[in-house]
T-cell receptor
Framework: GQNIDQPTEMTATEGAIVQINCTYQTSGFNGLFWYQQHAGEAPTIRSY??LDGLEEKGRFTSFLSRSKGYSYLLLKELQMKDSASYLC??????????WGAGTKLIIKP | GAVVSQHPSWVICKSGTSVKIECRSLDFQATTMFWYRQFPKQSLMLMAT?????????EQGVEKDKFLINHASLTLSTLTVTSAHPEDSSFYIC?????????????FGNGTRLTVT
């Protein structure tokens, strides 16, 4: 079967850096996507990788290793507004999005 | 700015009535749009794939006669919840890819919170 694993919850301190990991097992690969979702709102794309390596978008950086089925999302200079759920999603060989359950990130002052 | 627009943001309806939700792609054409549903504290669940000019593809367990999808133009897809019941109360979100490549990210509308009384 296809599955995506990410931690259920993480806590970090305002101003610090946090890394959210994601491992996946899918039938084929056509991109890995990181979404941010605040409670009661729709997801927003924050970063994505199609090839191995790093992608940087402002304070958000994502890394991908296709051979290891592994990705992480790095958030720098954490702000209180970064408290949200972060969803890891992978497009499989049929371009279907497979979703992780999400990581709830709690930022403390 | 917004890439996908969804309307209404929230709606309250009585049991037995129907509700229509609109999803529009802004400044791009979307031959395919996706409808998701999300219950509180749960992950996104794909309901159906809306295809312009043809029938929608429904995921297993989703009643096509209850959740009517129409994708009549390249920028508009609608989801109609027919004969709504309280258990249909949920957060409905549509999405579309801006790029033509299959590996382009999905952009989501702001979602519609449906409450059936």
């Amino acid at each position: 079967g296809q599955n995506i694993d990410q931690p259920t919850e993480m806590t970090a301190t305002e101003g610090a850096i946090v890394q959210i990991n994601c491992t996946y097992q899918t039938s084929g690969f056509n991109g890995l996507f990181w979404y941010q979702q605040h409670a009661g709102e729709a997801p927003t794309i924050r970063s994505y990788n199609v090839l191995d390596g790093l992608e940087e978008k402002g304070r958000f950086t994502s890394f991908l290793s296709r051979s290891k089925g592994y990705s992480y999302l790095l958030l720098k200079e954490l702000q209180m507004k970064d408290s949200a759920s972060y969803l890891c999603a992978v497009k499989d060989s049929n371009y279907q999005l497979i979703w992780g359950a999400g990581t709830k990130l709690i930022i403390k002052p | 700015g917004a890439v996908v627009s969804q309307h209404p943001s929230w709606v309250i309806c009585k049991s037995g009535t129907s509700v229509k939700i609109e999803c529009r792609s802004l400044d791009f054409q979307a031959t395919t749009m996706f409808w998701y549903r999300q219950f509180p504290k749960q992950s996104l669940m794909l309901m159906a794939t809306s295809n312009e000019g043809s029938k929608a593809t429904y995921e297993q367990g989703v009643e096509k006669d209850k959740f009517l999808i129409n994708h009549a133009s390249l920028t508009l897809s609608t989801l109609t919840v027919t004969s709504a019941h309280p258990e249909d109360s949920s957060f409905y979100i549509c999405s579309a890819s801006r790029g033509t490549g299959g590996n382009s990210p999905l952009h989501f509308g702001n979602g519609t919170r449906l409450t059936v009384t």
